[in-house]
């Protein structure tokens, strides 16, 4: 009995998986080209050669004026002043979630809260939201430990050390452009 029941378990869990990746792929090949500002994301979604002596230099094709640019790909983020001048670069940590590829702005920020995943967080910079998870920048206010929560909830917080959190709070105010690179 007990391996017929394990023999069930093991189906189930094969057909699960691939009905989400079913439903990854279908999700994948239906993302619009315009973000909800309806700026156009075709360059800035196409994959741009990264600099092999330099991984911090800006990567060409992320837009031009004041920013904030991130690379999902290479979980970095540069705060960006007029004429391309790279204030601060730093590596992340994503969330579960990715925005994706596209301008975007801040929309609002939160000095201290706790994150979803039950971590008290500060300095939230927020841009975008999919399916219903608010994606942002934020800084743990204390490193994640074994008093941490663990939690199965989608999150769409992009971690950040406290040092750098305060050069994003100080940069991305509302209405600030965030750039969304591959």
């Known amino acids: 009995m007990a391996t017929s029941n394990a023999t069930f378990v093991t189906a189930l869990t094969a057909a699960a998986l691939a009905t989400v990746g079913f439903l990854a792929y279908q999700a994948a090949a239906t993302v619009p080209t315009r973000t909800a500002a309806g700026s156009t994301s075709a360059a800035i979604a196409s994959k741009v050669p990264r600099d092999k002596l330099d991984p911090a230099a800006l990567p060409p094709g992320s837009g031009a004026g004041e920013r904030v640019v991130y690379s999902l790909d290479d979980n970095r983020v540069w705060l960006v002043a007029s004429g391309d001048h790279v204030i601060r670069t730093f590596e992340v940590t994503p969330g579960t979630i990715d925005p994706a590829p596209g301008v975007y702005e801040v929309t609002s920020r939160s000095n201290s809260v706790t994150g979803t995943d039950g971590i008290p967080i500060e300095h939230v910079v927020r841009f975008t939201s999919v399916d219903g ?49 591959h």
């Open 133 to 181: 998870v608010v994606i942002g920048f934020s800084a743990a206010v204390r490193e994640a430990g074994a008093g941490a929560t663990a939690t199965a909830v989608p999150t769409g917080g992009i971690r950040e050390s406290r040092r750098d959190g305060d050069a994003m709070w100080g940069f991305a105010t509302i209405g600030a452009r965030v750039a969304v690179i």
